[in-house]
T-cell receptor
Framework: AQKITQTQPGMFVQEKEAVTLDCTYDTSDPSYGLFWYKQPSSGEMIFLIYQGSYDQQNATEGRYSLNFQKARKSANLVISASQLGDSAMYFCAMGSHNNNDMRFGAGTRLTVKP | SAVISQKPSRDICQRGTSLTIQCQVDSQVTMMFWYRQQPGQSLTLIATANQGSEATYESGFVIDKFPISRPNLTFSTLTVSNMSPEDSSIYLC???????????FGSGTRLTVV
């Protein structure tokens, strides 16, 4: 069975600084994808970044990067140069070839301080 | 990637009534997924909807409570039946983006049952 763990219920970061949101996972599937989504107070789910299990390099998308450590089964999200608009819930998720759906971690609420 | 139109965006309903949520996708997709997000919680998969067959429900969710229709490859509905305050949640539909197993989400339906 797949399992996604986010151990940080809440995180604070000063504006313009970098922050790392933790995510660990467990799966027996050899091929899988890891995702991060942002959910602002409006409730919509915004896709941020994707990492494939066979990707050799860590994914990057603008200010977002994913620190993928396959042996440790971790996929931490790094947000550089935090902005006030980054304040939101962040969810780590996993999908695989064997399961067509996506499973989510508990989420981390990020607050960016001015 | 697909664009999903979900409605209503929010509703306040009386207990014992039913609400039908609609999702329209701008392209044909094989599977659509329905998630529930209870207040302060993560997303939980309710069911997977394939066109032309009955939806597949996750443990803890039953068809009588959450009937789903999938009449064609671009549309699906989720009905929350005989509502109680415990059904107050955000309900989201999603489809596979078609790349890297990623998923696009509708904007969500914020349901409050009084």
């Amino acid at each position: 069975a797949q399992k996604i763990t986010q151990t940080q219920p809440g995180m604070f970061v000063q504006e313009k600084e970098a922050v790392t949101l933790d995510c660990t996972y467990d799966t027996s599937d050899p091929s899988y994808g890891l995702f991060w989504y942002k959910q602002p107070s409006s409730g919509e789910m915004i896709f941020l970044i994707y990492q494939g299990s066979y990707d050799q390099q860590n994914a990057t998308e603008g200010r977002y990067s994913l620190n993928f450590q396959k042996a440790r089964k971790s996929a931490n999200l790094v947000i550089s140069a935090s902005q006030l608009g980054d304040s939101a819930m962040y969810f780590c998720a996993m999908g695989s070839h064997n399961n067509n759906d996506m499973r989510f971690g508990a989420g981390t609420r990020l607050t960016v301080k001015p | 990637s697909a664009v999903i139109s979900q409605k209503p965006s929010r509703d306040i309903c009386q207990r014992g009534t039913s609400l039908t949520i609609q999702c329209q996708v701008d392209s044909q997709v094989t599977m659509m997924f329905w998630y529930r997000q209870q207040p302060g919680q993560s997303l939980t998969l309710i069911a997977t909807a394939n066109q032309g067959s009955e939806a597949t429900y996750e443990s803890g969710f039953v068809i009588d409570k959450f009937p789903i229709s999938r009449p064609n490859l671009t549309f699906s509905t989720l009905t929350v039946s005989n509502m109680s305050p415990e059904d107050s949640s955000i309900y989201l539909c999603s489809v596979n983006r078609g790349d890297n197993y990623g998923y696009t989400f509708g904007s969500g339906t914020r349901l409050t049952v009084v």
